[in-house]
């Protein structure tokens, strides 16, 4: 399974590169306000940071004219651009404008099995079910997860899964047990799925051991 990392920090973004836990990255209008850049600086600094790997990013268009117009700007701005497109009527009219011409697409607010299926005849590369989300609202989120992956496996559709509003390690491996082909996870959850307390005190027993042994040289 692949990991985007679910922040728009550049610093957060190169430290999940170097630890080989970052095949690419989402942003959204919140994580940009967070990163306290302007949508354009925080954009084109992730998009070098990132070389090949993709970057969602998402506009503010409602109309599929507006969302095509955002996203070829968008697209200047790295080569690796992704354009997130909320799952509206309109939002599909635009995936389908963008697959035409050959812009990727990420299909956001994702709530149900159906939502998924018309997003990927649009020809989303990608859908994003919100499980956080779902979870909330004493739905389950990872159920929906599990129908969207067998609706896009009965029929050979390509478009890949990235499991967002991942708020917890869990999510992570109900993720990948499912056969998600993504998790987009915020540093938070990344830096829980490191850590075991059982990791810790192993490495503290040998280490207490190793200088016992070398009292004897
Ligand atoms: O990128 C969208 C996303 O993952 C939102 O997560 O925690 O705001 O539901 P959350």
Known sequence: MKFFVDIADVEEI?????????DGVTTNPTLVMKSGKSQEEAVKEIAKA????????EGISDDAEGIVKEAEEFVKWGKNIVIKVPMTKEGMRAVVMLSKKGIKTNVTLV??????????KAGATYVS????????I????MQLVRDMLQI?????LETEVIVASVRHPEHVVEAAKAGAHIATVPPKVLEQLWHHPLTDKGIKTFKEHY???KKWD
């Open 138 to 141: 004493s739905e389950d989120g």
């Open 111 to 120: 709530f149900s099995p159906s939502q998924a299926l018309i997003a990927a």
């Open 50 to 57: 990132l070389g090949d790997r993709p970057l969602s990013v």
């Open 152 to 156: 896009f496996r009965n029929y050979g």
């Open 129 to 136: 079910p919100f499980v956080g989300r779902l979870d909330d």
């Open 211 to 213: 200088e016992q042994t």
């Open 14 to 22: 190169k430290k999940a590169i170097e630890l080989g836990v970052c």
